[in-house]
């Protein structure tokens, strides 16, 4: 790996500046030196924005797919939008499809009194909207993803506050201790356990740090998970930030804006609302066909899955089992469905496993959602036409006739003939569009 392409996860900005011009000026060299694209991609990869395990930046989880040769790649953070534009135009330059989504917790009212996604909070769930072309910049819309900010960071102010006191001597400062490990302040609980982690490191050494954490986390700890081992950090983060830790705050209806608000919210901004699949095993995820049909009333049409936490490789088991049910069901809604790892914990794969027996038959669904999302993004971009919105609802009224047109929009597009799209309109039909697309110039 060259020096310049470690500089793109560099947190200092003029670092990163120069990492990322040597990125565009070897673009040309990097796409030669690419495979072609032959595999669906990775549609749900955390960056250092909301914590990335290997530290990755939007420019480089770009380039690592380009590599990886992914057909669409897509990034999400929760609470900001900070890495859209560098992911995008990143993308740009390595002709490589690009998709920005974020991700958050809401409240569900009609759900309060079962799990859903979030293991232990009854009417929490974790939720996503994909396909932002840019970070929204009307007043109003801004602001509700400052307010995401701001909800997050005092969570984040509370728990902290609370841990301190209880791994005493032990005492870590948010502004001096966790921000710094972001790249624009926008902290998660990861980023505060690794902050715990280190500092303890710099107090204590050898028999003296496992003795330490044995003793605050109630288990035994080796020396040779010190001072930061995956293993540690989560069993750190699951001791004192999750539920009947220390740290955790039980939230209130207030924590979190309501399901509604932020579905309403995402397709104002231009994006598809987005529902996080976890493992089907909650009450909520056992009612899935009302919990979608509930998310389809406020503008939701797609389903996200972390295909990696839901089966393991030759084994036929009731995970594997729901995973395919749920997959199902959102087909036979005409739902949009994609699938991704996270990145946000050590050992995560950059790419699933769609080699293996167990999702070679789902690949041909995620390959068609990521078309989807991209098509979305390109033409939100250069004509303001997207999967929802009057213009899909006008020329694309059957959702399976949009789900296809759109897949193969996505599979028509590259950024490299995206231009097209420019004299794009609202008054042109999809097979003007496609069209336009397929016009080869001399």
Known sequence: MSDWEYGLDLLDP???KQALLRLEQSAASICDSSPPAFQPGNMHAHTFHSFNSYGY??????????RFGMEVAGIVDFDTLDGADEFHEVGRALNLRTVVSLETRVF????????????????????MACGFVRRPEPMRLAAFLRDLKERSARRNRAALSRVNEFLSPLQIDYERDVLPLTPSGNATERHMVLAFARRAAEIFSGSDLAAFWTSKLGTPVSETDLPDSPALLNLIRSRTLKQGGPGYVVPTTDSFPPLAEFNAWAVR????????????????????????????STGASALNIIPDRNFTPGVRDDRLRRLYEVIDLAVSRHWIVIAGTELNSYGQRFVDRFDSEELRPLVEVFQKGARILYAHTALKRWAGLGFLGPWADRHLPRREDRLSWFADMG????????HKLGNVGPADSPEEIQRRIRIVFP
């Open 411 to 418: 599979r028509l597009l590259t950024p490299a003939n995206e």
């Open 269 to 296: 901004s231009g994006a598809i609302p987005t529902v996080a699949w976890l493992d089907g095993s909650s009450p909520g995820e056992q009612a899935m066909d009302e919990y979608m049909a509930l998310n389809e």
């Open 57 to 66: 930046s939007p420019a480089r989880i770009a380039l690592l797919a380009k």
């Open 14 to 16: 003029a670092a990163r």
């Open 108 to 127: 569900v009212p009609e759900f309060s009194t079962r799990v859903i996604n979030s293991p232990g909070e009854p009417g929490v769930a974790y939720q």
